[in-house]
């Protein structure tokens, strides 16, 4: 199994509340480890092409932190609420919801930091 499957990996539909969020939890760090190298990585282009700062940069990493959290307990808040309060499912929904979350974390910073970079060289 490669880190993507083990990231993504569900053995089976979670029944509780509980099992639902300890799901999620388990793999926070790791997305967090994902959140900060994606940081990092535009921090470090920005400090190559543009000359930025790199205190400044650490700052916004921090700052933007928590709310990529907040937005992270969206993810089994949202899935509590599907499979217990709208509309039961049997579906692996989580590891539906965290791939895209990752992925638009990723995208989203990557994007971020592009148009940083883009906006101090013209």
């Known amino acids: 199994m490669n880190l993507l499957e083990t990231y993504l990996h569900q053995d089976s ?3 509780t509340a509980k099992e639902i969020v300890l799901w999620w939890e388990k793999r926070r760090l790791k997305y967090n480890l994902v959140y900060f190298l994606t940081s990092l990585t535009w921090l470090l282009l920005a400090s190559i092409f543009v000359r930025s700062k790199l205190f ?3 700052g916004l990493i ?3 932190a928590v709310p990529a959290n907040a ?3 969206l993810g089994w808040i949202t899935e509590i609420v599907l499979r217990k ?3 039961p499912l049997d579906l692996k929904i989580g590891p539906l919801f965290l791939g895209l979350g990752t992925v ?3 995208a ?3 994007l971020y930091g592009l148009l ?3 906006y101090k060289l013209l």
């Open 62 to 64: 921090v700052m933007t």
């Open 56 to 58: 400044f940069g650490f």
């Open 104 to 106: 638009f974390t990723v």
């Open 108 to 110: 989203g910073l990557l």
């Open 13 to 15: 539909t979670p029944e």
């Open 71 to 73: 937005c992270y307990c």
């Open 116 to 118: 940083d970079i883009l």
């Open 85 to 87: 309060g709208i509309h």
